[in-house]
């Protein structure tokens, strides 16, 4: 396996020796102080282009360190005389800062909410005799007199005589800012004390951090001591570039690491905790000690620095996880170290400048957290690999089912690899039904959908501990809610969707199963549930709780199961059941429920109360339903009533305009109709057939009215057949009735009956008196025919010989044709063939003329027009052969009258013709794309 940190070499050769470095927060500028009093600003994004700059020309002048800011636009150069230098880093021009002029800086702690590319804000300085100042340096170009960079210089804090090696300056990230307050931390360390500063900046004018400091004075200061005798200490925290979380202090006994927590703590509180001494191997051998030169921190790893060797302690469990020596020989010692968050920690010798790669420094975190039962922390690291994962879960279930925590430890073994029948058993054995149910929902879930055989397992297993459950209470006369808690979540595990579909294939399984508990109400639940319709319907049918049956019935969308139970049903809630049938409209055929409706019998206190009727009655007014079979039976119903009002109108209305020919079957009516001796409605009947002979003899046996109804009915041409039943009524009230007025009445009625027609069903001995006005009025219309006739006779003479007249004058009459007279259809000389001239002047060819008035005849008109011409020209070829002219061509004429009248009748232009293809358009519309182009 590669390692964490891997060296790499910088490809950099100083002209002079490197005093120190520094780094931006951002790890994008490097500065490097070299002995020649220059100092070389590297771009990492461009290492092959660094810019040298001269900070002072005095040769007796050393750079002791350099400070740069967080974002890269601010360096601070330190003398070792004392003499300090700003460089604005954009414009690379050094300017001595002369209120600060006889102090070594040490240390710089930059204030990252104030800063800004052309100014650093309020910074800390901390120097080499314990005094911590306040300043506010700006880039100050074009300012030709002004020659300091420092807008002010204030002492604000003695720490002792020790340098002050650390200075960190964060605001509390989380502490509310009112009317201008702003909470501060301010950590400062020398080589063997580190002390904390807490408190509100509330002062608009400098020095910003005077009040904060006001709080603590030599008895209220407090401070961590780690005697030593190094002259030198190191700061260092993670992350640089955001609020840090993290500090480790360098100091002679070891690193002194620990969080920072900022809560709402204040000035006598501590930001730090969890802090603990970490130390190197070198450093606890008492015969030949070594300490670090530089230190470094990252997320995991205190990064220790020696002059001849570099190393990686973990800060978790305190074990040095990296060595690596470096020759000194090659190098004249290692001198120093830097590091930004976003890279690699930066190393540098006389000569010499040193990357250290991290690759993956988190990858065995997972192992130490879960060493140390942090088990949470441990999954956090370990949740890209699904190995790791998967055993960090492993000791995390075993250590809560040690700790009986065994729902706990359910759910963690249900995410595992670990084998499902060792899980199983290790709960089977405690006896512990809850955790392995809480094992076996979880292993169900994560199964994927296409472990079939598995999912069916578990469904089945867990139904069998919801049941046992269920049971163990109900025997066990539990509280109602403990057992009403069970069956919810043992019909929420029903409900889930990944659980029914893992039964459809296997129901039966859980049929059995849940029957095999006597689980009723959790049977009906389950296939309400899987809608297994039918067998909730048959269990209420079985239980005969039948509005429960129709209740689902209704509910349900499958006309085949309200087809297959509709026959029980409607022996017990009719009502209900029609509304239902009537709630389906269309969607189910009325024709398939003819057998429930032949199970319903109508009560007898009420009969007319039929809901089959009802039903029916819906079906034909209300769906419009044409079928000959529904319409049968309701007109058998409709027989069965005591009242046949019902019957009548629904033959009545049966037949309309619509629809002449009834939906019912006539024949089949009439059976039933003469069965149950309906006799109104077999005279209808009877009419509708259209044998009024039977009718009216049957309704003479009902009443005459009812006759005369059916003696009209018969068409007004067929005057035979209707005189013949009025004759029938008429002898029925003669020789029945004995009623000669009102058989003399009907002779108003039916302008078909006379006098004479009935006088033979008189009696022979009846006065005249009865019938002397019928007698009377019928000689009358007979004078009156009479003299009709004459004068129809009168005017048909004339009209006679008005037309002998106008034939005379017909043979007379004639036309004059020019010889420059053209055809009005093929517009060539008439006269050259033979042509016909009509009264309107228009003038044809006699072929022209033929052909034009085809396309207006019928297809049987066409065919003799062609048959004619045929004959005439056969017959004219048979004259001239035969020599025979006077018969032939008499007959020749005979045809061509014929042919004449039929296309010589009207004039094609003028005439009926014409009118008649009015609305047909000028061209052909198949002819239409050819004259198109044509006219183009």
């Given amino acids: 396996m590669f390692a964490i940190f891997d060296r790499q070499i910088i490809n950099f050769n100083p002209p002079s020796a490197v005093l120190t470095i520094d780094i931006s927060a951002n790890a994008a500028i490097l500065v490097l102080a070299l002995a020649d009093n220059h100092v070389y600003f590297i771009q990492l994004t461009n290492p092959q282009e660094p810019v040298r700059v001269a900070v002072t020309r005095r040769t007796e002048e050393k750079i002791h360190k350099v400070f740069l800011d967080t974002t890269g636009n601010h360096l601070i150069v330190a003398m070792e005389s004392g003499e300090n230098f700003y460089i604005h880093c954009p414009t690379r021009k050094p300017k001595a800062l002369a209120k600060a002029k006889g102090i070594v800086i040490e240390s710089v702690a930059w204030n990252r909410s104030k800063v800004t590319e052309t100014s650093t804000g309020e910074i800390l300085i901390g120097s080499s005799k314990g005094v911590i100042y306040e300043t506010d340096i700006a880039a100050q170009e074009g300012k030709f007199f002004d020659t300091s960079a420092e807008k002010y210089w204030k ?73 030593g005798s190094l002259n030198y200490s190191s700061l260092q925290v993670y992350p640089s570039d955001a609020v840090p ?107 010499r400048l040193y990357r250290y790669k991290i690759a993956r420094e988190s990858r065995d975190i997972w192992k130490i957290y879960l060493e140390q039962g942090e088990y949470e922390r441990a999954k956090e690291h370990a949740k890209n690999d699904p190995v790791q994962m998967d055993y960090v879960l ?93 069956q919810r979540q043992f019909r929420e595990f029903l409900k889930q969707s990944r659980v029914k579909a893992c039964l459809e294939s296997s129901r039966n399984v859980a049929y059995e199963l849940i029957a095999s ?103 034909v007014h209300k769906l419009n339903n044409c079928d000959m079979a529904i319409h049968n039976y309701l007109l058998s119903l409709y027989a069965k009533l005591d009242d046949d009002t019902a019957l009548l109108q629904f033959l009545n209305l049966n037949q309309g305009q619509l629809h002449p020919e009834p939906y019912y079957d006539i024949k089949y009516a009439l059976r039933q109709c003469a ?126 010989q008005g037309i002998r007249g106008d034939i005379q004058e017909m043979r007379n009459k004639y036309g004059i044709v020019s010889a420059t007279e053209n055809c009005c259809i093929c517009a060539y000389p008439l006269l050259t063939r033979s042509f016909y001239l009509f009264p309107c002047q228009h003038v044809y060819h006699s072929d022209c003329l033929i052909q034009e008035v085809l396309q207006h005849l019928t297809a049987k008109q066409r065919k003799r027009v062609i048959e004619l011409q045929g004959r005439v020209a056969q017959e004219a070829q048979a004259a001239a052969a035969a020599d025979e002219t006077g018969a032939v061509f008499s007959k020749v004429e005979q045809l061509k009258s014929e042919l004449d009248d039929i296309v010589a009748a009207d004039c094609v232009f003028c005439g009926e013709v014409m009118i008649k293809s009015i609305d047909k358009p000028f061209i052909d519309p198949k002819e239409y794309d050819e004259v198109q182009r044509s006219w183009l």
């Avoid at 297993?461 to 509280?479: N, R, V």
Wanted: aromatic fraction near 10%; charged fraction near 25%; charge should be negative.
């Fill in 155 to 227: 002492q604000l804090y003695q720490l002792g005589p020790e340098p002050v090696t650390g200075l960190l300056v964060e605001r509390f990230p989380r502490a509310p800012s009112t009317s201008g307050e702003k909470k501060y931390f301010i950590m400062a360390t020398t080589p063997s004390r580190l002390y904390q500063f807490i408190g509100h900046v509330t002062s608009t004018e400098p020095p910003y951090f005077q009040w904060l400091f006001n709080n603590y004075d030599s008895n209220t200061l407090k401070f961590v001591e780690v005697p």
């Fill in 394 to 486: 492993t000791r995390q279930a075993e250590h809560l089912f040690e700790e009986k925590k065994y729902d706990q430890s359910a759910a963690l073994f249900a995410m595992t690899q670990r084998m499902f029948e060792e899980v199983a058993l290790k709960f089977l054995r405690v006896l512990e039904r809850e955790p392995l149910k809480t094992f076996l929902l979880k292993k169900f879930n994560s199964l994927k959908r296409e472990d079939k055989t598995q999912q069916t397992m578990l469904v089945t297993w867990l139904i069998e501990i919801y049941l046992t459950q269920l049971g163990e209470l109900k025997d066990s006369s539990a509280p109602a809610e403990d057992i009403l808690r069970t």
């Fill in 675 to 800: 069965e149950h001796g309906r006799a109104q409605a077999c005279v209808h009947l009877y009419s509708t057939m259209g044998l009024y002979e039977e009718a009216v003899d049957l309704a003479l046996n009902v009443n005459v009215d009812l006759a005369r109804l059916v003696a009209n009915k018969p068409e007004e041409s067929d005057e035979a057949l209707r005189k013949k039943l009025w004759l029938k009524i008429a002898r029925h009230v003669v020789e029945q009735e004995k009623n000669i007025k009102k058989a003399i009445a009907f002779l108003g009625e039916c302008d078909l009956l006379k006098i004479e027609d009935i006088l033979p069903f008189f009696p022979d001995f009846v006065t005249i008196d009865d019938f002397k006005e019928a007698i009377c009025n019928a000689l009358q219309e007979y004078n009156e025919h009479i003299e009709s006739l004459k004068g129809n006779m009168h005017a048909a003479t004339q009209s006679a």
């Fill in 245 to 351: 979380q993290t500090f480790a202090w360098l100091t002679e006994p070891g690193v002194y690491y620990g969080s920072l927590d900022f809560r709402d703590q204040g000035p006598q509180d501590s930001v730090t905790s969890n802090c603990r001494l970490l130390r190197s191997r070198t450093q606890t051998d008492k015969a030949n000690p070594q300490f670090p030169v530089a230190i470094a921190l990252t997320e995991f790893h205190a990064l220790l620095l020696f002059k001849d060797r570099f190393e990686a302690i973990c800060v978790l469990n305190d074990q040095v996880v990296y060595e690596k020596s470096i020759n000194p020989r090659q190098t004249g010692g290692m001198r120093g170290m830097v590091h930004a968050s976003r890279g690699g920690p930066l190393a540098y010798a006389e000569m």
């Fill in 517 to 619: 508990h006597g689980d009723t109400e959790d049977l009906v639940f389950f296939a309400m549930l899987m809608q297994d319709f039918e067998r909730v319907i048959s269990h209420y049918i079985q239980q005969q709780a039948f509005p429960a049956a129709l209740e689902v019935l209704t509910k349900q969308t499958d006309v085949k199961l309200v087809i297959k139970f509709s026959p029980i049903l409607i022996k017990h809630c009719p009502t209900a059941l029609v509304e239902a049938w009537i709630s389906l409209e269309k969607k189910i055929d009325p024709r398939h429920l003819i057998p429930a409706l032949t199970h319903y019998e109508p009560p007898s206190s009420n009969p007319q109360a039929n809901e089959a009727i009802r039903y029916l009655e819906h079906c």
